[in-house]
């Protein structure tokens, strides 16, 4: 609970966290039993969100296409998260979740906020190449 509690807003579970790529919701679940309920996930598979959604550990579900485009994310305002978290999403191809979905995030995490983004080596390169203040 301490490693959460240091990076999202000081420990205040009323946190609002984004689960990239969140797929069943194995990540969600290990957060939620450190406290933090306020979890939006947001996936393209969508028998993975169904799978998510009777598991009830997500405030909302946003089934994205798997491409630069991402509409859903445009939806959101800007500064909504206080940790943005993501495992193994980003790697094998440019295309998803490519710089664009970077940029976003960038725009949706709050200030003073976090992303932790879990990679491969694979994934590393590309975040190296493709990440922008």
Request: aromatic share 10%; glycine share 10%; proline share 4%.
């Amino acid at each position: 609970k301490q490693w959460y509690q240091r990076r999202v807003r000081g420990g205040n579970s009323s946190a609002k966290i984004m689960d990239i790529g969140s797929g069943t919701g194995m990540v969600a679940e290990r957060i939620r039993e450190k406290g933090y309920t306020h979890i939006d996930a947001f996936d393209p598979n969508k028998k993975s969100c169904q799978v998510a959604q009777r598991k009830g550990i997500y405030e909302r579900i946003f089934l994205t296409e798997a491409s630069p485009k991402a509409a859903e994310l445009k939806l959101l305002l800007d500064n909504t998260y206080d940790l943005i978290v993501s495992a193994g999403t980003f790697w094998v191809t440019p295309s998803y979740p490519g710089v664009y979905m970077l940029e976003e995030l960038a725009r949706v995490i709050k200030p003073g906020g976090k992303i932790l983004l879990v990679v491969n080596e694979m994934g590393t390169g590309f975040l190296m190449r493709n990440w922008r203040n």
